[in-house]
Nanobody, 117 residues
Framework: QVQLVESGGGLVQPGGSLRLSCAAS????????MGWYRQAPGEQRELVAT???????NYADSVKGRFTVSRDNAKNTVSLQMNSLKPEDTAVYYC???????????WGQGTQVTVSS
């Protein structure tokens, strides 16, 4: 059974930083494109960043230059370093695993990030 477990959310002031982590119980981690998505109240879930097993990354325009996604293929983990946080970054952040061969997606339970003074 696939499990994605996020950690690292919380409350931070504008301009602050947080680091999210996701531990994945995937049989062959390298077969998955890993990513982070977020959903604010009343909004649709949106892409934040993705990373392939080879390290190729993709970011939403709204987070480019502020967020960095990384993965450790030996530990089956993916992280999201978030700097210069803004109130509009407030959302529930979800870890996502997409199997490259089939397109099947798996989701974590989500972790709340709140940016407020």
């Amino acid at each position: 059974q696939v499990q994605l477990v996020e950690s690292g959310g919380g409350l931070v002031q504008p301009g602050g930083s947080l680091r999210l982590s996701c531990a994945a119980s995937l049989t062959i981690f390298s077969l998955y494109r890993m990513g982070w998505y977020r959903q604010a109240p009343g909004e649709q879930r949106e892409l934040v960043a993705t990373i392939t097993s080879g390290g190729s990354t993709n970011y939403a325009d709204s987070v480019k230059g502020r967020f960095t996604v990384s993965r450790d293929n030996a530990k089956n983990t993916v992280s999201l370093q978030m700097n210069s946080l803004k109130p509009e970054d407030t959302a529930v952040y979800y870890c996502n695993a997409e199997k490259i061969t089939t397109g099947r997606r798996y989701w974590g339970q989500g972790t709340q990030v709140t940016v407020s003074s």
